[in-house]
């Protein structure tokens, strides 16, 4: 751990002069007590899905860093030019001595059991523990989940905030669905922090960990459900049962957790309500073309204040879920057509959903193009079942260069224009956010470096970008003081925009920034500042302009690969911010 350290602490001051930033302050919750205003103290999370090994061929495939920034270091930063230190996870939250190791948080030792029967492996013999994807931080503002997404990993685990340590951890089930098996690629709270809905992408699963806290919020107990798993493929088969892993994490306390229940047939069957296939192809009955979902890989499952879970798919589609009932339980169903595939970015207003599209995270996605966004009215579900494609979706958007894929049906059948910036036309929409008042939503183009913004009441939309001091093309931005200095054919001043967490007081977007060796979806996502940017809202939430960015660092990892449609980048700096959240002090 200390040598990581000693290595990672050498490039942030190198690269980090001079670089400002500003972040936001929101409040502090419990189950018992009310949201108590706290406007001075809060740490930024980053998700960073680089290697923390070295010596590893393939990206993100064994551990992985957590960047945690304390807002006093920050304000600092700001005052004086000095830049905020990452913080440690070993109990001191000393500045300088982050970033965390994945590996370090959960112990290497740690048991495999299977229910309550321990299957004789530690963690250290299973592959996959890697890609750190994504981290959200739960209702009462006192957990994180941690989500890696290397193939065939499936691990999901649960991190104590304030202590930074491991409280449990979780390896999703194998079944026949796609390729490696289980992977997961996101996992979401509910509505009060009772459970822990799961995107078992490559299991085509949404799996369900039941959330046990005592009275103060504290998390007391996990329990991994079998019998609440919901299949969304064709055929379905679980080949091997979801684990869990106990032991001592690296504060010397036990982890919490079992896996309880049995799979439901009924569950994984291949028809939906209405007698359609969940996935095309199904042969339960004659209808194998019917439903309109060609692939149905779960990409994020965008929980309601109801708990309905919006499952997006990756070659479009959508399923809406009861996520309370056990099994959970499909009552909505949208063909791809509908609803376009890879969407990940989601957030409701006003009881309604607002749902993107973008481009496939498979090699076909560096041919295509696709920003569309969609509104689906959350009061309109009830327990029981709606007709397929019901209520109809609202498009509130879609770009006239969207490619025909991914359900979409107009357009040209390829975009090879590449991701260089300034030369590429392809678009791609991820990330998304409410301001506040959810007067406007925000929406991530990870190629144009633009963020898109929609006025939820009249869906009017315009743009700001995030290369430029003001957002409208005037002055350097700040991502350019940031950019990676060690190959001089690296486009620089390339933000590559992520995941985004709004502030609550009005101020801010918090974005994560991709690097030059991306990860994941490499054909859209290379960038040159990773870590993360802060974009000052203005125009009353209307529109932003990038003020600062907090870098980023690793230069252990040495896994190199090409990248589709931009530069083969010959420099050291591997890491790749994929996802940011905050938790209130």
């Known amino acids: 751990m200390l040598n990581l350290m000693k290595w990672l602490r050498k490039p942030i001051n190198l690269v980090l002069i001079g670089v400002a930033t500003a972040l936001f302050v929101i409040s502090q919750m419990t189950v018992s007590q009310a949201f108590t205003p706290n406007e001075n103290h809060y740490e930024i999370w980053g998700s960073d899905q680089s290697n923390s090994v070295s010596g590893v061929e393939g990206f993100g495939v064994k551990g992985g860093l ?50 309550n029967r321990p299957t004789g492996k530690t963690l250290g013999d299973l592959p996959g523990f890697g890609r750190l994807h994504g981290m959200l931080t739960d209702p009462q503002n006192k957990y ?7 193939p065939g990993g499936g ?31 996101m996992s979401f709270w509910n509505s009060d922090g009772s459970a822990l809905l799961l995107a078992n992408l490559n299991g085509k699963l949404l799996e369900r960990i039941d959330i046990v806290r005592n009275g103060e919020g504290k998390i007391i107990d ?51 309500p209405s007698g359609q296939c969940k996935e095309n192809g199904c042969t339960a009955e004659t209808n194998a073309s019917q439903g309109g979902r060609p692939n149905n890989l779960i990409i994020c499952p965008i929980i309601s204040r109801l708990d309905h879970a919006y499952i997006t798919v990756a070659a479009g589609g959508l399923l809406v879920a ?10 909505g169903e949208y063909s791809s057509e509908l609803i376009n595939g890879a969407g990940c970015g989601g957030v409701e207003v006003d009881g309604k959903i607002w749902l993107n599209a973008g481009v496939s995270a498979s090699d076909a996605g560096a041919t295509q193009s696709t920003f569309s966004l969609y509104t689906i009215d959350d009061r309109a579900f009830s327990n029981r079942p709606n007709p397929p494609n019901s209520p109809a979706p609202v498009v509130v958007y879609k770009d006239s260069s969207n490619t025909a894929t991914n359900g979409n049906t107009s357009g040209e059948a390829t975009n090879t224009t590449g991701q260089f910036p300034g030369m590429t036309t392809r678009h791609d929409s991820h990330g998304m956010a409410a301001t506040v008042s959810g007067t406007y939503i925000h929406t991530t183009d990870r190629i144009q470096n633009q963020i898109q913004v929609f006025n939820s009441q009249t869906l009017e939309q315009t743009d700001y970008d995030l290369t430029s001091a ?55 996502s290379q960038g040159s500042c990773p870590g993360v940017g802060v974009v000052e809202l203005t125009e009353n939430g209307a529109s932003g302009r990038l003020v600062s960015v907090l870098r980023s660092s690793n230069v252990i990892d040495s896994a190199i690969a090409p990248i589709a449609g931009s530069h083969e980048y010959q420099g050291s700096e591997h890491s790749d911010m994929h996802g940011v959240t905050i938790r209130r002090k």
């Open 66 to 115: 957590i960047w945690i920034w304390d807002s006093d270091d920050l304000e600092q930063q700001i005052e004086s030019g000095v830049a905020a230190q990452p913080l440690s996870c070993d109990g001191q939250n000393r500045p300088g001595d982050g970033p965390c190791d994945l590996n370090v948080v959960f112990p290497r030792n740690l048991a495999e059991y299977d229910q």
């Open 144 to 150: 994180l989940n941690v989500n890696l997404f290397a």
């Open 155 to 185: 691990y999901v685990g649960i991190i104590d905030g304030e202590t930074k340590e491991a409280i449990a951890l979780f390896r999703a089930t194998a079944t026949n669905g796609s390729g490696p098996e289980r992977s997961v690629h």
């Open 222 to 272: 996990a329990i991994y459900d079998k019998t609440a798993s919901l299949g969304v493929g064709k055929g379905m088969e679980v080949l091997d049962s979801a684990k869990v892993y106990l032991g001592k994490n690296a504060h010397n306390h036990d982890l919490v957790g079992k896996v309880v229940g049995n799979y439901n047939p009924t569950a994984l069957a291949d028809l939906t």
């Open 322 to 331: 009861n996520t309370k009932t056990t099994p959970m339980s499909i009552i």
């Open 470 to 524: 003001d957002g409208k093309g005037n002055g350097v931005g700040a991502c350019a003081t940031a950019s990676i200095p060690d190959d001089s054919d690296l486009p620089t001043n390339d933000p590559a925009p992520d995941l985004m967490e709004a502030s609550p007081d009005g101020k801010y977007l918090f974005v994560a920034f991709r690097g030059p060796l991306p990860v994941s979806v490499g054909h859209s």
